[in-house]
């Protein structure tokens, strides 16, 4: 018999060398589920701090307002107002929609002037709102959020908070330096002068 053939028949190395060879594979299964387990902890970790990145990353949000009130508003930050979903700040999360609120003439379309504030917020600082059914235009809402205020705290919500500039807006008919004249109401506020752009 050949060395090989020994080795190949001989019970007691072949057991030692099975019993190796599995004791090999529990090792190495075990080594494998246990890096698999550290690469999901891993991966789990990275997307939760993702998440949480883009909870407090800054983004753009629309606020439509007279221009009068965006004086205010850069000088000294929101006040707050009462609108369908409560007191507080209402917000576009997008500005075509913010532009098409603007040229309506705002939440009662009196609105003669309108100015579209951009503010940079994170969006922890908005709720979504959810219309009530009864409401007459709850498919308008799609797209606004709030930041909630109390009307008894007098402290206003500083944010950063700019115009928008013309040139951002020029895709679109009725901005004239950085307010929109709503075509039906330029009549009725013609003595009054432009917001300074």
Do not use: C
């Not at 909870?55 to 850069?74: F, G, M, Q, W």
């Not at 009307?151 to 928008?164: C, G, K």
């Amino acid at each position: 018999m050949t060395a090989d053939e020994e080795e190949m028949f001989n019970p007691w190395k072949n057991g030692r060398k099975a019993a190796w060879n599995a004791e090999s594979y529990a090792e190495e299964w075990e080594k494998g589920y246990r890096q698999g387990v550290e690469d999901n902890i891993v991966r789990d970790k990275a997307a939760r701090e993702a998440e949480e990145r883009a909870r407090l990353s800054k983004r753009p949000y629309y606020h439509v307002t007279s221009p009068e009130s965006a004086e205010n508003i850069i000088e000294i930050g929101f006040q707050g107002g009462w609108g369908d979903d409560g007191f507080g700040v209402y917000v576009y999360d997008n500005l075509p929609d913010a532009y098409a609120y603007a040229k309506s003439g705002g939440w009662d379309g009196e609105l003669t002037r309108a100015v579209i504030l951009e503010l940079q917020a994170v969006p922890d600082d908005f709720d979504a709102i959810i219309p009530d059914p009864a409401w007459p235009n709850p498919e308008d809402y799609e797209t606004v959020l709030i930041h909630r205020m109390d009307e008894d705290d007098p402290m206003p919500w500083e944010v950063d908070v700019s115009i928008i500039d013309r040139s951002e807006l020029s895709q679109w008919e009725g901005f004239r330096g950085s307010s929109l004249d709503i075509p039906e109401k330029v009549a009725e506020s013609a003595a009054e002068p432009p917001f300074p752009g």
